[in-house]
């Protein structure tokens, strides 16, 4: 688990333009040394430093013989990241989307179609037409040290070969 283990922590480590375009670098570089980082950003050596620093901390980098690149944990923060972005700039179609089916009474398959017909984004009409899923998602969200909602697969014994 990241040091600073908390989501607001994640999400403040990349909170700021200067320390997401860094982290932006980090994913496109193919583990780029950190002084041509540096070079790219055009930001000063203490903001270059705080900010790896913090993205190190939150668990997205690593620094590997003077090379940084994106962690697992990262990776999968950044396509969040990269939705997030995708969203944004569709910003207004989402906004029509939410004017249009602000009454309920609008039936599903005519709110689909909407959604087809605005959003060319699989991934963002998957989650506007399936969003009834959200509530589902959050309660599938494991809080640390609390037990699985699943069964636990059965003891099973091993067996040793006859002698």
């Given amino acids: 688990m990241p040091n600073s283990s908390s989501v607001a922590n994640v999400l403040r480590s990349i909170s700021d333009n200067m320390s997401l375009n860094l982290y932006k670098s980090i994913a496109a570089s193919n583990g780029e040394k950190g002084e041509d980082l540096l070079a790219k950003t055009k930001i000063t050596r203490k903001q270059y430093y705080s900010r790896l620093s913090n993205l190190t901390?939150?668990?997205?980098?690593?620094?590997k013989h003077g090379r940084y690149s994106l962690t697992a944990f990262g990776k999968v923060v950044y396509d969040s990241e990269i939705a997030i972005e995708n969203a944004f700039n569709i910003y207004w179609k989402l906004k029509a989307i939410?004017?249009?089916?602000?009454s309920n009474?609008?039936?599903?398959?005519?709110?689909?179609?909407?959604?087809?017909?605005?959003?060319?984004?699989?991934?963002?009409?998957?989650?506007l037409i399936k969003g009834d899923r959200i509530k589902d998602k959050a309660s599938l969200v494991k809080k640390?040290?609390?037990?699985?909602?699943?069964p636990k697969a059965a003891n099973v014994e091993k067996i040793s070969p006859a002698s």
């Avoid at 939410?98 to 602000?102: H, M, V, Y």
């Avoid at 609008?106 to 989650?127: F, G, Q, R, T």
């Avoid at 640390?144 to 699943?150: A, H, V």
């Fill in 57 to 63: 901390k939150a668990g997205l980098i690593k620094r």
């Fill in 98 to 102: 939410d004017s249009i089916g602000i």
């Fill in 105 to 127: 009474e609008l039936p599903k398959e005519e709110y689909s179609k909407i959604v087809d017909a605005l959003i060319d984004n699989y991934e963002i009409k998957d989650m």
């Fill in 144 to 150: 640390p040290g609390e037990t699985s909602k699943y």
